[in-house]
């Protein structure tokens, strides 16, 4: 079925991410190892649309530009709030077997998985647009259910949910690391090290981590907090740019010690 939306995001738009600030010039650049490239994913939250348009946009690039090894790291918030929920999780489903990939989870996969066994979080869910993603796997839903109702629905869900689609929930990573980068959903807590943070901070997170100046160790990669534009501090770069109500999924490239936008 043809989407409702048209995206917003600019075909074949590629731009340099400057590193020319005094701060960043005090540090070193964060850096891959050679012959790596790493695609990052911001938050698509049912735009399957934009999803299918960005992993286009990676298969050109690779053909254009080969490399020896090329990951593809998904940082969370997959579903909810976009109409295309199950249809995202579709084709992530589908790149996992035939690409290297990383999949993050967001803290809204927490929703779709604990709702099945505790319906009653549908509230907090729906606030979250929880209730779109239902739609998606073509449950009908009111706006207030009752007790009984929020039970009918987790059952609705439990029933429709496929195998395949579980198996990749129960396999999402709450963090990864590669070379000089931290890639994460949320944020992380400061004053911990990275190996030892908890994750409802890696998922939920904000001003604690967002107002943080310190540095973390490694350059963080992260979603979660909806920008305009991806936005690049001395410690961490942001590239959740709200695709499903701006139409700008955002996918950063890394290769040596340059950013760039696909």
């Not at 698509?44 to 990951?71: C, E, F, Q, T, W």
């Not at 996992?96 to 869910?125: A, C, M, Q, Y």
Request: net charge positive; aromatic share 8%; proline share 5%.
């Amino acid at each position: 079925m043809r989407h409702r939306y048209k995206s917003m995001l600019p075909g074949r738009l590629k731009r340099m991410i400057s590193f020319k600030s005094s701060a960043l010039q005090a540090q070193r650049r964060p850096r891959l190892p050679a012959g790596v490239r790493i695609y990052a994913i911001g938050d698509i939250h049912g735009r399957a649309d934009l999803l299918a348009d960005v992993l286009k946009r990676i298969d050109a690039d690779m053909i254009k530009n080969p490399v020896s090894a090329a990951i593809e790291i998904f940082l969370g918030d997959y579903i909810d709030r976009g109409p295309e929920s199950r249809q995202v999780l579709d084709q992530l489903v589908v790149r996992k077997r035939s690409h290297k990939t990383v999949f993050l989870k967001g803290n809204h996969e927490t929703f779709l998985t604990n709702f099945i066994t505790d319906p009653t979080i549908l509230r907090d869910w729906q606030r979250l647009g929880g209730l779109e993603t239902l739609m998606s796997y073509g449950i009908t839903t009111v706006i207030k259910p009752n007790a009984f109702g929020q039970a009918q629905l987790a059952t609705e869900l439990d029933q429709a949910l496929p195998e395949s689609h579980r198996l990749f929930l129960a396999d999402l990573k709450s963090s990864f690391t590669y070379g000089d980068y931290f890639f994460v959903h949320a944020g992380v807590r400061p004053g911990i090290p990275l190996a030892k943070q908890h994750e409802e901070d890696l998922l939920w997170i904000r001003d604690d981590f967002l107002l943080c100046e310190d540095d973390f160790t490694k350059f963080i990669v992260h979603g979660h907090t909806p920008v305009n534009q991806p936005d690049i501090r001395p410690n961490r770069i942001n590239i959740d740019t709200g695709a499903y109500a701006t139409g700008r999924l955002t996918c950063l490239i890394l290769v040596d010690d340059v950013m760039q936008i696909l």
